[in-house]
């Protein structure tokens, strides 16, 4: 009868668990089997439960688009890791022997003769070749075989270099002779065959390289044995470069040599780059070097075509220009170079035109062509200025001009966007040669007629097809060249050819704006065309006062700018009436805009008439904000109206002759009253006007206050009650206020205006000098607190958040004044802070209470002056049990919901820290600990006021350490008495009897966590106490670090703590080696060396020999043990 499913899984379950436990799997393998059978099991499941489903719902089968191949990282498997790990403790143990070997051998290498060095390398070779042949065949580890190959394959060459440079052979086959070349030839030559025999023997792409750069090398030598000049190796060399490449299409289909045929075409594609580069940095005869560019850009296109390496067309373009430019310099042609190098550009054309079969190498020269042409432009720009200075001007322009024929072209041919604007540039830089030839008028107006012309018939009205691609182009080319004539003219300070441009500009924009049907252009020219004729207004007033220069004296550039507003005004009827209504409206805003303008150059202007023109200016400028309102029924703009009235009324200071600043400040304090009257009366016909006025008399009434004030620091003043002005202002606006915000910001300023009066009538009768001042806080406090005893709830509340704030800056003033202190004052203080903790119950914002409470400190600071240190931490200490009482009667936690938080306990966390503070200095070590006890007392009290179970033992743990800092503190101050034999140990030893203590009682659910703590406490003492026995370097330290572990290791094994037996056990080796170091300390540094290398290759070789056995007794006992361990604490 065969078991269910849920037994046999059971049985298989416990089987393995028995395994895992007795040390036949790892633990890892355990996990692995478990997870695979669950895996099992769900596929199984799914394949029984398919059938059903299959049959009970028919799905229609549909082709799915097939899925794109993700390539995916290998992923190398446990036998490869493995395999890799062997091979690299295999080089690394051998590199370490052959470092130790070349050591010792070669503590005499400048004793050997040269015979016995290159010998010497030779052996060398010779023993890396048979390393490799041990590898490969007995350990059968082919890559460590083929790296021992590769390095005695590559010492051969070296050997050949060597016996060169020692002169083995003479002073003509050496490094430096006569016969180098030949010397180099036998040592790429020689060693050649065999790398052609182990690249095809390896397959290997390595020695396939290393094969074709000794084959260039052999005849790059080869050529230098030669009696050849410099340009005839070259053209040898290019030639071998050619050959490389017909050899690729005559044996590109051999399957012998397909190894090699491969790699050709990268490598000759390198080679040919190499050749190019030594023959255009080393030639003699400049005929020779023509015809080796001329060859060399015929062997790159032909590799454009073999290789399909379209990248060398652009190597074939650069050298075929820069052999014109050989032929032009070093020929007969050089008088006409300006000429021939622009001509250069329509040579590509003509090359694209002969190879139209080819769209993209059509398309290359194209665009090189344009890139010619570029670079002939600056080369021709070079010579005309900085060598030819003013001759050849004819010749210049006609370059240009075909230059900019070439770009015409282009751009109808390709259409592309640089073509189609380097068009109407190198037109205008033609433009500008042709007036060098000219001369006639200022070369910027010139530029600006110009670019007139072309902007109107190139941009706007040309029908010719040729000049289509370049019609956008020259539009937007010829606004920058507009743009940069004007500026010019402005820069220089030409001011009337910059109006008249202007005025013209006007003008064009009008066309434009005709002319256009795109939205976007015409929007622009409607607002251009009054911003440039306003523009042309304005600039003439330079003209004018060189005409008339009383016309500056008189009546300034403002009064200008407001004329020429006022003149746009008219324009803008006359557009209105013209059916222009949208140039019509422009033209309103421009004049608006300028009159602002205007009016905000009245600021400081020195030329201005203060007594008649600014008030005119100003007066005019009410109308016309009233104006703007009206037009663009705007709302915001009536805050515009209420500057500019406030400014007019200003105005009038000058108008009226006031004065003195008394006189000034009496004046100016009415200017909030006249707004806000303003306001009502215009709320009638304008409902929106009255929020501005109000909001603008609003935001002077405190500056004008701040103005009062600084006017009473001086020795005659106004009178204090002038504040009654703002006052009556804020108590009118509370009233009128409709919504709670507006009441509140009224209610405070008039709260904080009384207080201003409470502090300044006094300072007027000189009162202040027998009370301080900042009891006028505290009256202030007392003055509106009757109040709000008098008023009903709502206004109570109100009144409570001006309150608060403001009497926690008078306790701040009240407790940090300078002023002497009488004998009982600070119960006025401690009266004031406890009024504030009142209305701050009443509030119930807990979070404010610290203000208050930390104040007091700041009090004590001040009235402990002259006191003595007992008396100071009695009272300290009082404060604190008098703050922690508090916080228990009014708190049940330390931080509650919604932020509830025991400000009096806290605050008596920072009276001790002050506490600190005050005593850290003092001799006696028990006056010292009382701040340090306390806080221990304050964490174990404080740790049940918190609902969070990971703070609450936090606290605990923070209050017995501070009870061991006590300890700490009373040790270090009476470590004389202590022996120094044990005096580390009972520093440290607490340390261990207190961590037991928190493991046990306190984080006893953490126990996973104390027991990482614990291994690392263990250990840190036991470094400290390790260190402390070495800088004794005593027996007695020696012994008790001895006992000390022996003791850890007993006391792990009997109680199963890892931390204690391992430390224990770590300590104990470290002693015994440490104690026996003059046996082993001396012995020589290679001896490491060797000792390592032996190490790796006996690892490896083990690892080698292990995976064709099976896991012995031993292991599995080993095994055992270290399961057992894992179920220490």
Not at 499 to 511: Q, R
Not at 713 to 733: D, E, F, K
Request: glycine share 6%; with cysteine; hydrophobic share 55%.
């Amino acid at each position: 009868m065969a078991l269910p499913e849920d037994k046999k899984l059971e049985i298989f379950n416990e089987r393995l668990f028995q395994l895992w436990k007795n040390g036949y799997l790892s633990e890892q393998a355990y996990e692995d089997a478990i997870k695979a059978n669950e895996s099992y099991i769900h596929d199984m499941e799914l394949a029984a439960n398919q059938p059903e489903e299959a049959k009970a719902e028919p799905v229609q089968k549909t082709e799915p688009e097939p899925a794109k191949p993700v390539k995916q990282k290998k992923v190398k498997s446990a036998e490869e890791i493995r395999e890799r790990n062997i091979t690299w403790s295999l080089i690394l143990g051998v590199s370490l022997l052959l470092i130790t070997g070349l050591i010792v051998a070669t503590s005499q290498w400048n004793q050997m003769e040269a015979g016995m060095k290159v010998a010497s390398i030779a052996f060398i070779s010779l023993f890396f070749f048979g390393l490799s042949y041990f590898t490969g065949h007995f350990l059968k580890i082919r890559k460590t075989a083929f790296a021992f190959l590769t390095l005695g394959s590559l010492l051969i060459p070296i050997g050949i270099v060597a016996i060169g440079f020692f002169e083995l052979l003479g002073s003509y086959l050496s490094l430096f002779g006569e016969g180098r070349y030949l010397l180099g030839l036998i040592g790429t030559l020689l060693p050649l065959p065999l790398y052609i025999r182990h690249a095809f023997v390896h397959q290997s792409r390595l020695y396939v390289w290393i094969s074709l750069v000794f084959a260039s090398l052999s005849v790059g030598f080869t050529l230098g044995a030669l009696p050849l000049s410099v340009d005839a190796s070259y053209l040898l060399l290019m030639l071998y470069n050619a050959a490389l490449l017909i050899g690729y299409v005559r044996f590109k289909e051999a399957e012998t040599w397909t190894l090699f045929i491969k790699e050709l075409p990268l490598y000759a594609q390198l080679n040919l780059v190499l050749s190019t580069l030594l023959m255009l940095f080393f030639f003699e005869s400049e005929v020779f070097y023509s015809f080796n560019l001329l060859l060399t850009a015929s062997i790159y296109m032909a590799m454009v075509f073999v290789y399909k390496t379209k990248a060398y067309q652009f190597v074939f373009s650069v050298m075929i220009v820069y052999a014109i430019y050989q032929l032009v310099e070093h020929s007969p042609l050089h008088s006409v170079d300006v000429t021939i190098y622009a001509l250069a550009g329509l040579l590509y054309l003509g090359f694209a035109h002969a190879f139209k079969d080819n769209e993209l190498v059509e398309k290359v020269f194209r665009y090189t062509s344009g890139v010619v042409s570029l670079c002939a432009f600056i080369y021709i720009s070079y010579q005309g200025i900085a060598l030819k200075g003013e001759e050849g001007s004819v010749m210049l322009l006609g370059a240009y001009l075909i230059i900019t024929a070439n770009y015409l072209l282009l751009a109808n041919v390709m259409n592309h966007v640089a073509f189609r604007y380097l068009t109407p540039i190198f037109y205008f830089i033609s433009l500008w040669n042709l007036w060098e030839l000219m001369h006639v008028a200022p070369l910027f107006l010139f530029m600006f007629i110009g670019a007139s012309a072309v902007f109107v018939y190139v941009g706007w009205w040309t029908k010719i097809s040729w000049l289509q691609p370049v019609q956008e182009s020259t539009l937007y080319t010829s606004l920058l060249v507009l743009a940069g004539s004007i500026g010019y003219a402005i820069y220089d300070m030409l001011f009337g050819y910059a109006s008249f441009m202007f005025l013209l500009g006007s003008l064009l924009a009008y066309l434009v704006k005709k002319k256009t049907e795109r939205a976007d252009i015409r929007e622009t020219a409607i607002w251009s065309q009054p911003s440039a004729s306003m523009v042309a207004a304005v600039m003439v007033y330079e003209p004018v006062v060189r005409w008339f220069p009383s016309y500056e004296t008189g009546l300034s550039f403002p009064f200008h700018i407001a004329a020429a507003s006022v003149l746009h005004l008219l324009v803008y009827f006359g557009w209105n009436k013209g059916e222009e209504k949208e140039l019509a409206a422009a033209t309103f805003y421009i004049s608006q805009g300028t009159y602002v303008l205007s009016m905000l150059m009245l600021w400081n202007h020195p030329l201005v008439d203060a007594a008649f023109v600014r008030p005119l200016i100003l007066l005019t400028g009410v109308f016309m904000m009233f104006g703007l309102v009206q037009f663009s029924k705007q709302s915001y703009l009536w805050g515009a109206v209420a500057i500019v009235t406030l400014a007019f009324y200003v105005s009038l200071l000058e108008t009226f002759s006031i004065e003195s600043f008394d006189a000034f400040l009496i004046y100016i304090m009415y200017a909030p009253v006249l707004l806000i009257a303003i306001g009502e009366a215009g709320q009638k016909g304008w409902v929106e006007s009255k929020s501005y006025f109000y909001g603008l008399g609003h935001i002077i009434q405190p500056l004008l206050i701040v103005l009062f004030l600084l006017d009473q620091i001086g020795r005659t003043s106004v009178h204090p009650l002038l504040l009654l002005l703002p006052l009556g202002v804020y108590v009118y606006s509370s009233l009128q206020a409709k919504r709670e915000w507006e009441l509140k910001l009224m209610l405070f300023a008039a709260l904080t205006t009384k207080f201003l009066i409470v502090l300044t009538v006094p300072h007027y009768y000189d009162w202040w000098s027998t009370v301080p001042y900042v009891y006028a806080f505290l009256i202030a406090s007392i003055l509106m607190t009757g109040m709000w005893m008098l008023v009903s709830e709502t206004w109570k509340e109100r009144i409570e958040w001006y309150w608060i704030p403001f009497s926690i800056l008078g306790l701040f003033l009240f407790t940090s004044r300078s002023e002497a202190w009488g004998g009982l004052e600070w119960l006025v203080a401690i009266g004031y802070a406890i009024l504030i903790l009142f209305f701050l119950h009443r509030r119930g914002w807990t979070l404010v209470r610290f203000a208050p409470l930390l104040l007091t400190i700041v009090l004590w600071e001040n009235v402990t002056i002259g006191w003595n240190l007992p008396g100071i931490v009695a009272v300290m200490a009082g404060c604190i049990g008098i703050l922690l009482t508090a916080g228990r009667f009014f708190h049940d936690y330390l931080i509650g919901p919604n932020y509830e938080v025991d400000a009096y306990s806290w605050t008596a966390l920072v009276y001790i820290a002050y506490l600190n503070v005050m005593t850290m200095s003092d001799e006696n070590v028990w006056i010292r600990i009382i701040p340090v006890l306390l806080l221990g007392v304050w964490f174990l009290l404080l740790a049940k006021k918190w609902t969070e179970y990971l703070l609450e033992k936090g606290f605990v743990t923070a209050g017995i350490l501070s009870l061991y800092t006590s300890y700490i503190l009373v040790f270090v101050d009476y470590h004389w008495w202590i022996p120094d034999l044990v005096e580390a140990e009972l520093h440290m030893l607490p340390i261990l009897g207190i961590l037991y203590f928190l493991r046990i009682r306190t984080w006893k659910s953490f126990a996973t966590m104390m027991n990482r703590i614990q291994f690392a406490v263990v250990l840190v003492v036991a470094a400290y106490l390790v260190v402390d026995a070495i800088q004794s370097h005593t027996i007695w330290d020696a012994w008790i670090i001895g006992g000390l572990s022996l003791t850890s290791m007993i006391a792990g094994m009997q109680w199963r703590i890892k931390s204690y037996f391992f430390v224990g056990m770590g300590v104990l080796m470290f002693n015994v080696i440490y104690q026996t170091k003059p046996y082993w300390g001396n012995a020589p540094w290679w001896v490491y060396l060797l000792v390592a290398g032996l190490l790796l290759i006996g690892i490896a070789s083990y690892n080698e020999w292990k995976k064709q056995q099976s896991d012995s007794q031993v292991e599995r006992k080993l095994k055992r043990l270290w399961v057992a361990l894992k179920k220490w604490n």
